[in-house]
């Protein structure tokens, strides 16, 4: 069985092509379960209008923490996550669970992945990512975009590794990847599109990358795995990854003369390397160059 695990809060206006892309797969057995925050929007009575749902409404504390309980509750050998807002393609989960049924060891079934926006009443694919490899898997944690939701789970990786973290808000998912690679296990991967994410105004997954939040989540994750032993490329992508978004992050606000907070990040990361002001002298202005470059063109 494959266990699909959807948190929800208030999203009346999207929940039905969700619920819809999944009762139209091409797999018998599946079960989708609705983990709802208590939405006062009218989410909840189109939820009573399929009766193969799994819904369980009361409060949590945000939407890893219903996913956390959703996984939980799963009766799926195989475990994906679905949001409100987004959808699966069309008949992949034959796919998918041929691939964990040829591949027994594999922990994971990595496909590839669509991103969309509604425009003039039509949709429009603005962007598409090759589904993540074990090769390409530090470069997608690190510079890329995880797109965890292209990913399916055996349910016993959660026992492995353990859950999302909730000290996380925004990138708990990237860290739960993180995990996964550092324990070397193994994935699939599959090269058909298995999942569509939706761009539109109130998406938390298309989000404005210099919000605080996500800056410093992102940071935190950079600076934990660098200093971890047992993966070496995944070591060696994170100090890339936490040299460059320093830089990246310190321009930003030096462009917004906010020199502040750009002094706050550079003391940061000075901290943890000594050696890094000499970095920041030689590679600053080669950011600053090609900003001014984008800038022209």
């Known amino acids: 069985m494959i266990s699909i695990i959807t948190p929800s809060l208030n999203r009346a206006n999207f929940i039905v092509d969700a619920i819809e892309s999944v009762l139209s797969q091409d797999y018998p057995a599946i079960e989708h379960i609705i983990v709802d925050g208590g939405s006062t929007d009218g989410t909840l009575e189109i939820l009573k209008r399929y009766s193969h749902l799994r819904v369980i409404c009361e409060p949590d504390q945000g939407l890893y923490d219903a996913i956390n309980k959703g996984i939980r509750l799963a009766r799926g050998e195989i475990v994906g996550l679905l949001n409100t ?42 962007l598409q990512l090759p589904p993540i490899t074990a090769r390409n898997l530090p470069e997608r944690l690190t510079t890329g975009i995880p797109a965890i939701n292209s990913c399916l789970f055996r349910k016993s990786v959660f026992d492995r590794i353990g859950y999302f973290d909730l ?25 058909e599109a298995v999942y569509r994410y939706r761009s539109h105004p ?6 404005d990358v210099w919000k605080p ?7 935190q994750l950079a600076a934990l795995y660098s200093e ?14 936490e040299n460059m978004y320093t830089l990246e992050i310190i321009g930003h606000f030096f462009r917004k003369r906010d020199f502040g907070t750009a002094f706050k990040y550079f003391r940061r990361v000075r901290r943890r390397h ?13 950011t600053v160059a090609k900003y001014l470059g984008r800038q022209k063109s």
């Open 167 to 191: 000290i996380f808000r925004l990138a708990a998912d990237r860290d739960f990847l993180f995990r996964f690679a550092c324990a070397g296990l193994p994935l699939v991967s599959l090269e």
């Open 85 to 126: 807002d987004d959808c699966y393609a069309p008949h992949v989960f034959s796919q998918l669970a041929a691939c964990f049924q040829e591949y027994p060891d594999t922990l994971c079934v990595c496909g590839a992945t669509s991103y969309f926006t509604n425009q003039d009443q039509r949709e429009e694919t603005f």
């Open 213 to 219: 939040l996500i800056l410093d989540e992102n940071l």
């Open 274 to 286: 000594w050696w890094w002001p000499v970095y920041f002298t030689v590679a600053f202005p080669v």
């Open 228 to 241: 971890q032993k047992a993966n070496v490329p995944i070591r060696k992508a994170c100090l890339r990854w």
């Open 202 to 207: 109130g998406s938390l997954t298309v989000y």
